[in-house]
């Protein structure tokens, strides 16, 4: 079965780190283009960060310097390193499979909450 | 950066009614653009890609249509399992992928 695993949400305090996984499944992560995509509480959809499949990476301006997604094509995993956390980064986070050629999200996990509080 | 814009933000209809959702670019994206459905506490998936390619398992209900700034998401005839929220998402020039606000769908 074609699925992504979220993994590694939490609750921290403003100005910590935090590092979520996204464990693949029936595909390859470093064949296709994976995009971190959030959802604040009661919010719409913003787009987080990208990486191709060559490695190349890009990042909305509102986590550009914090965020950094990579993958390990061993373990088949992305993950979004996030540093300097503030309570506006609080929201459900998505690892999502990039169609490609339409840049479409075609495979969603069941996302992981990331709270950030004092 | 490209903006999307919905509308309406939201819309209440009866099991039945013909729908349609609208979304409309800041520029031209071509047929750059993609539909998802998004259930309470579920997470979106995808409905149609490049403006009109309805996914595999989606009903024949749902169409996508439209081109350059102006595209619209028709439901022929509401379901009860229709009600949801429903995002449009334009790949043209990216980064940054840009999503509209969100329509949400609710029983009337």
């Known amino acids: 079965e074609v699925q992504v695993v979220e993994s590694g949400g939490g609750l921290i305090q403003p100005g910590g780190s935090l590092r979520l996984s996204c464990a693949a499944s029936g595909f390859t992560v470093s064949s296709n283009y994976m995009s971190w995509v959030r959802q604040a509480p009661g919010k719409g959809l913003e787009w987080v960060s990208i990486i191709y499949g060559g490695g190349t990476t890009y990042y909305a301006d509102s986590v550009k310097g914090r965020f950094t997604i990579s993958r390990d094509n061993s373990r088949n995993k992305v993950y979004l390193q996030m540093n300097r956390l503030t309570a506006e980064d609080t929201a459900i986070y998505y690892c999502v499979r990039d169609q490609g050629a339409s840049d479409a999200f075609d495979i969603w996990g069941q996302g992981t909450m990331v709270s950030v509080s004092s | 950066d490209i903006q999307m814009t919905q509308s309406p933000s939201s819309l209440s209809a009866s099991v039945g009614d013909r729908v349609t959702i609208t979304c409309r670019a800041s520029?031209?994206?071509?047929?750059?653009l993609n539909w998802y459905q998004q259930k309470p506490g579920k997470a979106p998936n995808l409905l149609i890609s490049a403006a009109s390619n309805l996914q595999t398992g989606v009903p024949s209900r749902f169409r996508g249509s439209g081109s350059g700034t102006e595209f619209t998401l028709t439901i022929s005839s509401l379901q009860p399992e229709d009600f949801a929220t429903y995002y449009c998402q334009q790949s043209y020039s990216t980064p940054p992928i840009t999503f509209g606000q969100g329509t949400r769908l609710e029983i009337k």
């Open positions: 520029q031209s994206i071509s047929r750059y």
